[in-house]
């Protein structure tokens, strides 16, 4: 009778062993390891000060710098890595900038590369191909007047005063085909001057522009600006 009763005993116990651990569910520590959140960074994630410059592209479409799902408020080289696209550039209200550019393996109309040092609430429009806005590092490294560079080839685009160019009265010349337009605004978006730009007609800037205020130059190729 003893025997018979120890059997009974040992069914029961393996019986309740198997309804505890045979219910299909994983144990706590199977579901801690399963619901684990990750914990990689992505390699593409840098903290480098070089690394933070912004880049990136942009499809056709119209933008807002500022809105940080377009483009952050910089100076950027843009160019076009296929095909061709025209680059807008409005600033409260006022068309400042409008540019076609090409890739590195065409030519005719267009340049290969312009300069883009846009605002917060500026509208950018890319109509055509895709562009890459890469961000121009170094700015406002040549804003002191003892420092400040004497010359220098620029290309078509917008160029800040006190960050891209020192605030000197320029003399503008270029080697390229066709007419072009030197523009200088206010940092209100008025028109302190505007001139015609070709290989016989040089401009010399009448009015000392000031930081903060933007050079824009389109419809040529390479710009030669020269203190005086």
Known sequence: MKHRAASIILILTAALALTGCGNGQPSSADATETNAPSTSIPSSTSTTDADRIPQGDLKAGTFTVGNKADLVAYAYTVTVPHGSSTLSVTRDGTALFVQKIHDAYSTGDGVSEVRAAVQDGDTITIQGDALSFKGVGGRGQTTDTSKA????????????????????????????????TVSVYKQDGTQSETHSLSKTLPVTLTYLPQSGETLVVSGLGTIHVANY
Do not use: M
Not at 158 to 179: F, Q, R, V, Y
């Open 149 to 180: 560079q004497q010359s220098a080839d620029i290309v078509p685009g917008l160029w800040t005063i006190g960050l891209d160019l020192p605030s000197k009265k320029w003399n503008l010349t270029t080697a390229s085909d066709g007419t072009g």
